[in-house]
């Protein structure tokens, strides 16, 4: 396999990254092969402030504002959004470049600041009009509302990114490759998409000014919000001038109540990520006519016969503000479990990701396959699913084969623990999940 050079950022460049505030002298290159992997590199600085916010937050209120569950879920989703890359380069890039090889009318300068900005702007309205689309249009939604499921509001909640959300958001960016090289666009994605994260959190109230301008956290808390003021507003991505100038803007004003209209209580990531689907499948066939089907799919996800486009904001659940989030309780044994399974699993899929250039493809394959297992297990064992030990057995088990073969390996001080651990933990399930399979039978017959 061909070596790939990365570029790396500085440590100054990976906090400022952030917050989009890179200089075009810092951030233009001739080629698309130059461009950093700037989300990719930014795994350090998410880890950092969401522990900063972690800190700040439990200083602030005494508590620990995120739940384990819904954090794990989080996580879970934002690793399985950028697993596609192993095998494809994104839909993004690739639909750009086809169209600027092919139908570009201008070259612009790809050293000029006057492109940078371009590009700039055109990324985020682009971005602002996807957003938008994606929330009025029902089979989009259908991927989109992964990003809106938690039902808390904090920096792991930026990670939550619907696998299938890119089949959809490629459109919105091809205008742009008609004048600005793919080496520009390929910074601007990267950098509306980071800016994203850092205003996932309620520790800023509020910015002053800066709110005219920008899309802040107040502005975004309304975008996450199921009061009935927060529906189908605050599409912006870095600015919020968008909305303003295309009458979906509200401010903050009422608490806020965070997560899906109808929240779907669950913490397993296959449902999160695709059960809208089928939902949206039997609503067609349930649908009377040609118009109210094709009206199921592309008018918004409240549409039903007889309202307006998007629905009628009378017709969702009132807010009282007393919503509790949906929290199962477990033992705090076993959240220490996934917890530490769930560390282990990050450093395996990191690891996955940034060297997946260098490794075997038999590497990859299996790496790949303890990430998609694990991501399945672990969620069944936080939603205590019937069915959950037998899916962590086998995931031990091929977790301990993939030490033994040398697929993975540890820093060396911790690689014995770790198996043992791993030992123990596949040891624990194995009965387990003979109990629970007869369990099953007896309940059959
Ligand atoms: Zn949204
Ligand atoms: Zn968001």
Not at 58 to 85: C, E, V, Y
Not at 172 to 194: D, T
């Amino acid at each position: 396999m061909e070596r790939v050079e990365v570029t790396n950022v500085t440590v100054s460049q990976g906090v400022r990254m952030l917050f989009s505030l890179i200089t075009p002298n810092e951030s233009s290159f001739a080629t698309l092969e130059e461009v950093p992997e700037y989300v990719n590199q930014a795994t350090p600085y998410f880890v950092g402030l969401i522990l900063l916010e972690m800190v700040l937050g439990w200083l602030k209120t005494d508590r620990p504002h995120i739940k384990i569950n819904d954090f794990i879920m989080s996580l879970q989703a934002g690793m399985m959004s950028r697993l596609p890359q192993l095998v494809m380069r994104s839909l993004e890039l690739s639909a750009y470049i086809y169209v600027w090889n092919n139908f570009r009318m201008l070259e612009l300068p790809w050293d000029s600041a006057w492109t940078w900005w371009l590009a700039f702007f055109g990324v985020d309205m682009g971005y602002y009009w996807f957003h938008r689309f994606v929330h009025e249009i029902n089979v989009l939604w259908a991927a989109h509302q992964v990003h809106h499921s938690s039902e808390y509001y904090n920096l792991s909640t930026a990670l939550r990114q619907s696998v299938a959300q890119q089949f959809s958001s490629w459109v919105f960016y091809l205008p742009l490759a008609l004048v600005v090289p793919p080496s520009v666009f390929a910074v601007h994605v990267q950098f509306n998409l980071l800016y994203q994260f850092w205003i996932h959190t309620e520790l800023v109230k509020d910015l002053g000014p800066l709110e005219w301008i920008l899309n802040t956290p107040s502005h975004h808390r309304v975008h996450h919000g199921r009061n009935p003021y927060c529906i189908d507003k605050n599409y912006g991505g870095i600015l919020i001038i968008w909305d303003r100038m295309f009458g979906t803007f509200a401010p903050e004003s009422d608490k806020v109540i965070y997560g899906l209209t109808h929240p779907i209580n669950t913490f397993e990531i296959w449902t999160v990520e695709f059960r809208y689907y089928p939902y949206l499948w039997q609503r067609f066939w349930e649908a009377d006519g040609i118009s109210n089907k094709l009206s199921v799919i592309f008018k918004g996800p409240g549409w039903t016969p007889g309202k307006p486009r998007l629905g009628d904001i009378a017709d969702i659940p009132e807010i009282t503000g007393e919503e509790k989030p949906y929290d199962p309780a477990w033992s705090p044994v076993m959240q220490v479990y996934v917890v530490l399974h769930f560390l282990l699993l990050l450093g395996v899929y990191e690891n996955l990701l940034t060297n997946q250039a260098i490794f075997s493809e038999m590497s990859v394959l299996l790496m790949t396959t303890y990430v998609l297992l694990s991501l399945t297990a672990l969620g069944f064992l936080i939603d205590q699913r019937a069915n959950a030990a037998m899916w962590e057995m086998l995931r031990c088990f091929l977790l301990m084969a993939l030490y033994r073969f040398g697929y993975i390996r540890h820093l060396e001080l911790l690689a014995l623990p770790i198996e043992v651990f791993v030992l123990i933990s596949a040891i624990y399930w194995t009965p387990q999940s003979v109990n629970q399979q007869i369990n099953k039978v007896k309940k059959q017959n």
